[in-house]
């Protein structure tokens, strides 16, 4: 697959076009102030403090907007390099930020104005966030956000699975009266939209095909609500409507030959419509209540229905697995599903006194899916020699049922000895049930089929901690744990009997250095039995370990030094059984192993009043363990031992007050200990103009 | 053997007198906690107030100057600026007391100090106001109190501190400062996130710098777009998406369902049984680099468990069958094929 080849005058037109917006801003804002100035009718009564910002007519304004041009080269696996990073050369939009307030609460159409934006431009990944408030009256919030995903990897999917797509969203709030201590109203609208070529697999006859993609789903919320507050109650609600439409599309552009050399099918024309309308309608209640130093209780409830209705209309060409040419064969599906959903919760803290607390919080989450479709499918062949064979139909109906439902029950205890030392308890309970059952009948010969099963499983878990400052204000230590099963017993990679610590040390020896040590650690452990003749053990184990250790050291405004290093260890062992050539089926073991050290280590330094020199440097890398073939058969290893580097330099020199240019430079160098053929180095070469307004020398 | 029916009638009823009584008990008690009216003290604390014992914010700045500067550029200070609460809020005084006694006898005593109070107590100060909105209301029974760590470990009701402007990474965005103002400016937090959540989650900075990870140090994402740190019904302090869909969903859209044949682990455990939400070496920030590892460890045969075994002919010496996602494409859930083929 190319490299992104972005619509460039569209992306340069949107970098230029949030310039100036970052820009007008600037520009209104000083023209309003300009205007309540002479009219008398601004904030003339800036407060000391206000005169101390440089406050103009009330509004004070600070700003600051990168505008710059980095260039990638890319040495090695360029793919792979796009699927890590995906930074491409050209002008970018970086980290800019435009803040206008009033000190004294009197804007004329706000009271304060936020916008930040990163990204933009070259980069991959680009946000807008806009935050506008007038005290009293309205509050409004959006994040505007753009990924540019790419995946193009030699180790997944036999390189088959690729991605070149966008991923558009976008979020807007806006609450009226937000001050207003007995109501306050809510709207909302979010968008998301990903788009994009891509490419995927398609198994017809036994055999692999590779296919494009056409990708293009689209989603928009609409939600509104209401907060109500009166003699200390307080409820809010909420209505919402989330739309889902998906009109991919998948095609071959050239006649395929399949991948296995036995059989082998071909394709000379493929293309399947798959379009999915989905609706979700949603309502939340809450409620608060504190007592006061009685209680604190607080609900929720929440109904969702989310319906999709989907077609599939497949047809291709080709060639079967016995060499017989396809004239026609056409996959027709219709059908729907739904998932009615109710959500509630309610939890109570009751104080004891001023030094204990008891909380206890229940939950239910119950949900019932339900899908059906109908099948059609077409089959007209010819033998080799152009002989019609008989055409073949099945035409088939399903139906299939989830029905989910779950009590969960924490209660806990937490106590403060004194203000140098807390701890608290707790014991959790879940209780969840799980009932499959589906139909499957043939519409042309009815022959309907029915099956069900139900699975319940109870989790009992104990909770535990404490929060020591075993030195006032310079060592703080955190530690909780968890005893018991997970919430999560129905598969095998997830918990079932574990136990987790965690540990959190925050030391502060002097003002300017602050040092943070951790350690956390989960044992997994999943016994089971295997399902042969006879049964043996048959066992999932994951422990894990994570030490990390931080520190930040500022000893003067002009210098400061940060750095870290992390260990996560990971040891997964999970007996499996599956099938090999000639050897049938057989037990084994599924082993996996992370090694994974994390370092950075960051300084920031100003040699000069008008210099300053930012370095960075940052390294992940997993040792990995054993080799592959050192395992038996039926043995299965699975451990990435890789290198990821990333050295910076950047540096700032202050042009003139409020301009300062900036010039970088960054270095990624991949590499996998088992080279196939994806490691990469990348230089990044960089430079910029920050424009600041309000700046102070 | 009791019907679900008569459970879900059972609960729903409890629900209702639970409500009804609450709604009755609360009302007669004329609890009003959450009124600003009188502003209320930390627990234990509570003295009689009188509207003559204030001394307004002015009176405090004569020798507090510093905090009264950073404060007065709050929302907190302007508060006194909104219609609805101009005689209710006191400024530095809604949260320290009265100020008259303190400054007529110069006695530090006299005042309300949250130097020696405990993260539950300051949070108490502050949830005087800030409880009964929905992001936090459960504060209280959250994970962070419950650990102790309150409502000023990571806000600053004074003012977000002018960070001085540092020139930093050419990746990912600095934390916000004086001349570079943020989100964290708003919220009146210490640090803009990530770094504030990162500085006791030290872990996760490694997580996010995997290849394959979500962009949270690249300022795409932020922490609280999946959690809420306030605490909620979840665990881990996560955030549902629209309605009671997992979080994941509200972007990764296409993964919502419902789907005719559901991949049940995703239905009933979520996303984070197969993927590292916060990031992998693996592609597809998978737990595992062998996505058969994956498959293989639930679809084997093993006793009472809902996931079938693989068939016979998925022979693992076969490189056709060790990519188990190249015939199973929509392996998250598919409306046409049980086998999630189409």
């Known amino acids: 697959m190319m490299r992104n080849t972005f619509n460039d005058k569209v992306k340069a037109g949107f970098v230029s076009a949030l310039c100036l917006t970052f820009l007008l801003c600037a520009g209104v804002i000083a023209q309003e102030v300009s205007s309540s100035s002479s009219s008398g009718n601004g904030s003339g009564s800036s407060t000391a403090t206000a005169q101390d910002n440089d406050t103009t007519g009330g509004y004070v304004i600070k700003s600051s907007i990168e505008f710059g041009v980095r260039l990638t080269a890319v040495r090695g696996n360029e793919n792979k390099f796009d699927s890590d990073l995906n930074y491409k050369d050209g002008a970018r939009l970086f980290d800019s930020s435009f803040y206008a307030t009033t000190d004294d609460g009197d804007g004329k159409f706000f009271d304060s104005l936020l916008i930040n934006g990163s990204g933009w431009g070259a980069d991959p990944n680009g946000f807008v966030r806009i935050g506008m408030e007038k005290m009293g009256w309205y509050k409004f919030d959006s994040t505007i956000r753009r990924f540019s995903y790419f995946n193009n990897l030699l180790n997944f999917a036999a390189n088959e699975h690729n991605r070149n797509t966008k991923h558009n969203m976008g979020d807007f709030d806006l609450t009226i009266l937000p001050q ?79 991948e296995n050399p036995n059989p082998n099918a071909s394709l000379d024309t493929f293309q399947r419509f798959m379009p999915i309308d989905g609706t979700t309608y949603y309502s939340k209640l809450t409620g608060h209540k504190y007592f006061k130093d009685v209680a604190d209780i607080s609900g929720r409830f929440i109904y969702s229905d989310t319906k999709t209705n989907f077609t599939l209309d497949e047809m291709l060409t080709g060639t079967d697995r016995m060499g017989n040419p396809i004239t026609l064969d056409e996959f027709l599906s219709s059908g729907d599903s739904s998932r009615p959903n109710g959500y509630g919760d309610i939890g109570a803290t009751f104080f004891v006194n001023d030094r204990i607390r008891i909380s206890d919080t229940f939950g239910f989450n119950s949900y019932r899916i339900s899908g059906g479709n109908t099948l059609l499918n077409t089959r007209m062949r010819t033998n080799p020699a152009n002989v019609p064979l008989p055409t073949t139909t099945t035409n088939d109906l399903v139906w299939r049922f989830t029905n989910y439902r779950r009590y969960m029950n924490t209660i ?263 080279d196939i053929g994806q490691n990469y180095r990348a230089h990044l070469p960089y430079t910029s103009v920050t424009v600041y307004l309000g700046r102070k020398d | 053997m009791i019907s679900r029916k008569l459970i879900k009638v059972a609960l729903l009823g409890v629900w209702a007198v639970f409500m009804a009584g609450w709604l009755v008990y609360g009302i007669q008690s ?119 760590v309150g409502c000023t470990d990571c806000h600053s009701p004074h003012g977000s501190p002018n960070h001085p402007t540092k020139v930093g990474s050419i990746t990912y965005p600095a934390i916000d400062s004086e001349d570079n103002p943020g989100p964290a400016t708003v919220k009146m937090l210490k640090v803009s996130e990530p770094q504030l959540c990162m500085s006791c989650h030290q872990q996760t900075k490694a997580q996010f710098s995997q290849p394959f990870h979500h962009k949270v140090l690249e300022g795409q994402m932020k922490c609280s777009d999946c959690h809420n740190a306030h605490g909620g019904f979840e665990l881990k302090n996560a955030r549902l998406s629209v309605g009671a869909d997992a979080v994941c969903v509200k972007c990764h859209t296409d993964k919502q369902g419902p789907f005719v044949y559901e991949h049940l682990p995703i239905t009933t455990e979520g996303c984070a049984t197969c993927h590292n939400t916060h990031g992998s070496t693996n592609p597809k920030m998978l737990k595992r680099n062998q996505v058969r590892q994956l498959c293989l460890e639930c679809h084997t045969a093993i006793f009472d468990s809902p996931a079938p075994g693989v068939p016979s002919f998925h022979r693992q010496d076969n490189a056709s069958y060790q990519n188990c996602t190249n015939c199973h494409v929509r392996i998250h859930g598919s409306n046409t094929h049980p086998a999630f083929f189409r």
């Open chain 2, 30 to 148: 004329r609890t009003v906690a959450t009124s600003a009216a009188e502003p209320s003290a930390p627990k234990g604390t509570e003295v009689a107030y009188n509207q003559d014992d204030y001394v307004g914010s002015d009176t405090c700045a004569t020798c507090h100057e510093d905090q009264f500067k950073a404060f007065s550029k709050t929302k907190h200070s302007k508060l006194t600026q909104v219609k609805d609460w101009k005689d209710k809020a006191k400024g530095c005084e809604s949260c320290h007391g009265p100020g008259r006694a303190h400054v007529e006898e110069a006695d530090p005593t006299k005042i309300i100090s949250f130097k020696d109070k405990t993260a539950k107590q300051v949070s108490e100060s502050c949830l005087t106001c800030h409880a009964g909105k929905e992001d936090h209301n459960n504060f209280r029974r959250s994970e962070h109190l419950r650990n102790n």
């Open chain 1, 412 to 674: 806990e205890g937490d106590v403060d000895v004194n203000r140098y030392f807390s701890f608290y308890v707790g014991y959790r309970y879940t209780n969840r049930k799980i009932e499959l059952s589906g139909l499957d009948d043939d519409i042309i010969n009815p022959n309907p089929s029915e099956f069900f099963e139900d699975d319940t499983n109870t989790t009992n878990t104990f909770l535990g901690g404490f929060k020591a400052k075993p030195i006032r204000n310079k060592w703080t230590i955190n530690f909780d744990m968890e005893y018991g099963q997970g919430d999560n017993p129905f598969t095998r990679l997830a918990n079932k009997d574990f136990i987790q610590f965690r540990i959190k040390n925050q030391i502060t020896p002097m003002n300017d250095l602050s040092i943070g040590v951790s350690f956390e650690a989960k044992d997994n452990s999943n016994p089971g039995l295997s399902d042969t003749v006879p049964a043996t053990n048959f066992a999932a184990d994951v422990k894990s370990y994570v030490f990390g250790a931080n520190f930040s050291y500022s000893p003067d405004p002009n210098f400061s030094l940060n750095g870290g290093y992390n260990y996560t260890y990971l040891n997964a062992e999970t007996d499996v059984i599956f099938p090999i050539t000639g050897a049938g089926f057989g037990q084994g073991m599924s082993i996996y192993n992370l090694r994974n050290n994390y370092g950075y280590v960051d300084t920031w330094f100003r040699p000069h009043p008008k210099i300053t020199i930012f370095g960075a440097y940052r390294v992940s890398w997993d040792t990995g363990e054993g080799n592959d073939a050192d395992y038996p058969n039926y043995w299965i290893y699975g451990n990435y031992p890789l290198t990821f580097q990333s050295p910076e330099i950047r540096g700032t020199l202050k042009l003139f007050s409020n301009v300062d240019w900036n010039i970088g430079y960054q270095f990624y160098d991949y590499s996998e200990k088992i």
């Open chain 1, 180 to 258: 207003n201590e007995f109501v306050k109203f809510r709207t909302g609208f979010s968008f998301d939209k990903n788009y994009g070529p891509g490419s995927a697999t398609f198994d017809y006859d036994r055999d692999e095909f590779p296919i494009e993609y056409d990708f293009d789903t689209s989603t928009y919320d609409l939600r509104f609500g209401v907060d109500l507050s009166y003699a200390g109650y307080n409820f809010s609600f909420t209505e919402g409507y989330r739309n889902f439409n998906e009109d991919t599309s998948l095609f071959i552009n050239d006649p395929q030959l399949g």
